[in-house]
Nanobody, 122 residues
């Protein structure tokens, strides 16, 4: 029904930057909110940033001032610009599309991407 494809992860030195992208495809009418989570091994999944369809944003305290979330509603794509990366930012990042309304099925659903690895060397 809906597929989220993430890209942009990789290896970067501490202090460097990466830009993650997540494109949603399928019979999508509307996506209410798009989010980025991250999850280190053995830890709970942590909300990094979210953005509503209207552009309102929320950030985790740990990334405020360094990360910027944005979205292109026409492309159903969300981005996460990560600057001044630290070793503690290294983990798998997951894209989430929340409150998705489909053209073919009533109701709203959430969908997850497969995750993209971010590695930060010190």
């Amino acid at each position: 029904q809906v597929q989220l494809v993430e890209s942009g992860g990789g290896l970067v030195q501490a202090g460097g930057s990466l830009r993650l992208s997540c494109a949603a495809s399928g019979s999508i009418l509307e996506i209410n909110v798009m989010r980025w989570f991250r999850q280190a091994s053995g830890n709970q999944r942590e909300l990094v940033a979210s953005i509503s369809s209207g552009g309102s944003t929320v950030y985790a305290d740990s990334v405020k001032g360094r990360f910027t979330i944005s979205r292109d509603n026409a492309k159903n794509t969300v981005y996460l610009q990560m600057n001044s990366l630290k070793p503690e930012d290294a983990t798998v990042y997951y894209c989430n599309a929340g409150g998705v309304t489909l053209r073919t099925i009533s109701g709203r659903r959430d969908y997850w991407g497969q995750g993209t690895q971010v590695t930060v060397s010190s």
